[in-house]
């Protein structure tokens, strides 16, 4: 069973276009995250979810709505798509940060998702 | 504020010699630094992580990563390199007294040759 898992894997559309990517955890983690890889490979958080509450976004423009129904599901809602927003997005979970050493808690990845807009 | 630099873009190594992949840290609490690999397509794996204590660490697939807090490093090693350990390695620091998330390196690639 796939712990994290992404679709689509992979996504082309057109500049302008609304566009989501769905995110689905079986880890039972109370955290979810979404980051940004660019073509450089830079790693950077977009988004964190805990238990369906936002609790980061990362100076992200307004275009990008996360939605999280329930603890195990985070999507990533893209509107007006430019050129730059290609990237891969990747997904992952975590129990749920804290304050002390259990705010060191492992993130599990999902596979991503390549964004390409033409 | 917390950084991470991994000075390196890319370490080529024979396989069987020794392989190190370097990182350097900056927070201003005490850190929690961890070690990742993505191999071709995929996501992010977790390989280890220091906390606290004992300042080497051991993780999966042989690989160990020694804290020096003195020179605020973090580096990443293995005995003997192998093939299959090619891929994209990134380091990723947490300041402790603070509510940020991960902040991750720009990754090394790491290619061993046969």
């Known amino acids: 069973d796939t712990a994290v898992s992404q679709t689509p894997k992979y996504l082309v559309t057109q500049m302008g276009n609304d566009k989501s990517i769905k995110c689905e955890q079986n880890l039972g983690h109370d955290t979810m995250y979404w980051y940004k890889q660019d073509s450089k490979k830079f790693l950077k958080i977009m988004f964190s979810y805990n238990n369906k509450e936002l609790i980061i976004n990362e100076t992200v423009p307004n275009r990008f709505s996360p939605k999280s129904p329930d603890k195990a599901h985070l999507n990533l809602h893209i509107n007006s798509l430019e050129l730059g927003d290609s990237a891969v997005y990747f997904c992952?979970?975590?129990?749920?940060?804290?304050?002390?050493?259990?705010?060191?808690?492992?993130?599990?990845f999902g596979a991503g998702s390549r964004l390409t807009v033409l | 504020a917390q950084s991470v630099t991994q000075p390196e873009d890319q370490v080529n190594v024979a396989e069987g010699n020794p392989l190190t992949v370097k990182c350097t840290y900056s927070v201003s609490g005490n850190p929690y630094l961890f070690w990742y690999v993505q191999y071709p397509n995929r996501g992010l794996q977790f390989l280890l992580k220091?906390?606290?204590?004992?300042?080497l660490v051991k993780g999966s697939y042989g690989f160990e990563a020694e804290f020096n807090k003195s020179q605020t490093s973090f580096h990443l090693k293995k005995p003997s390199a192998l093939v299959s350990d090619s891929a994209l390695y990134f380091c990723a620091v947490k300041d402790s007294g603070s509510a940020r998330q991960l902040t991750f390196g720009s990754g090394t690639q790491l290619t061993v040759l046969p």
């Open positions: 992952a979970s975590s129990i749920r940060p804290g304050p002390s050493i259990s705010g060191a808690n492992v993130l599990t």
């Open positions: 220091y906390i606290t204590g004992d300042n």
